[in-house]
């Protein structure tokens, strides 16, 4: 079955600590994206790749960094500089299809930071 | 700038009522429009999609038209199931400069009562 894995579900850290949240996809889509969800504020944009290697900042990029050295995989880092981590993080990544691009969402890893 | 505005939540239904979801959006250019729909705990799924004026996108009995005149794309269902309790996402996406983005409305809870 192809799809997104996030890992873990469920991540809990201490306040000053970096985290990383896995993303794995087997679609073959050159395009990724990590977005924040929290309540009644819908998803806001963390970082987004088009290709390998190369990756830009989306609308709240400040205290997070990513990589994407593989087609397959795009690691998004919480850095202690990040003021506000406590959050839903959502990965996706996207596909042209009948004229517009389409973005398949992985499951979610829920952080708490205390 | 681009910008999604849909009806603050929560909504509650019983079975079988009508379902009607406002959104409007604002854009320069051509967006394709999306609803997306999240059960609790889990990422998003894309529910149905329009790329272009008049274009009706339908699945699982949602509906939604793509209307330009009104920068709308309501989403309705004649006969909603318990099962339909979610929130939902209007989205719209804009590809500039060979990159594509999307941009959420907050969601709109969805309760459907037995």
């Known amino acids: 079955d192809g799809g997104i894995t996030q890992s873990p579900k469920y991540l809990f850290r201490k306040e000053g600590q970096n985290v990383t949240l896995s993303c794995e996809q087997n679609?073959?889509?050159?395009?990724m994206y990590w977005y924040r969800q929290d309540p009644g504020q819908g998803l806001r944009l963390i970082y987004y790749?088009?290709?390998?290697?190369?990756?830009q900042k989306g609308d709240i990029a400040e205290g997070y960094s990513v990589s994407r050295e593989k087609k397959e995989s795009f690691p998004l880092t919480v850095t202690s500089a990040q003021k506000n981590p406590t959050a839903f993080y959502l990965c996706?990544?996207?596909?042209?299809?009948?004229?517009?691009?389409?973005?398949?969402f992985g499951p979610g890893t829920r952080l708490t930071v205390t | 700038g681009n910008s999604v505005t849909q009806m603050e939540g929560p909504v509650t239904l019983s079975e079988e009522a009508f379902l009607t979801i406002n959104c409007t959006y604002t854009?320069?250019?051509?967006?394709?429009l999306f609803w997306y729909v999240q059960y609790p705990g889990e990422g998003l799924q894309l529910l149905l999609k329009?790329?272009?004026?008049?274009d009706k996108g339908s699945n699982k009995g949602f509906e939604a038209t793509y209307r330009k005149e009104t920068t709308s794309f309501h989403l309705e269902k004649g006969s909603v199931q318990v099962s339909d309790s979610a929130v939902y996402f209007c989205?719209?996406?804009?590809?500039?400069?060979?990159?594509?983005?999307?941009?959420f409305g907050k969601g709109t809870k969805l309760t459907v009562n037995p």
């Open positions: 996706a990544s996207s596909i042209v299809r009948g004229g517009a691009y389409e973005q398949y």
């Open positions: 679609l073959n889509h050159d395009a």
């Open positions: 790749s088009q290709i390998v290697n190369d990756f």
């Open positions: 854009a320069t250019g051509y967006p394709s």
């Open positions: 329009a790329t272009k004026a008049d």
């Open positions: 989205a719209l996406t804009l590809t500039q400069g060979g990159s594509e983005k999307l941009v």
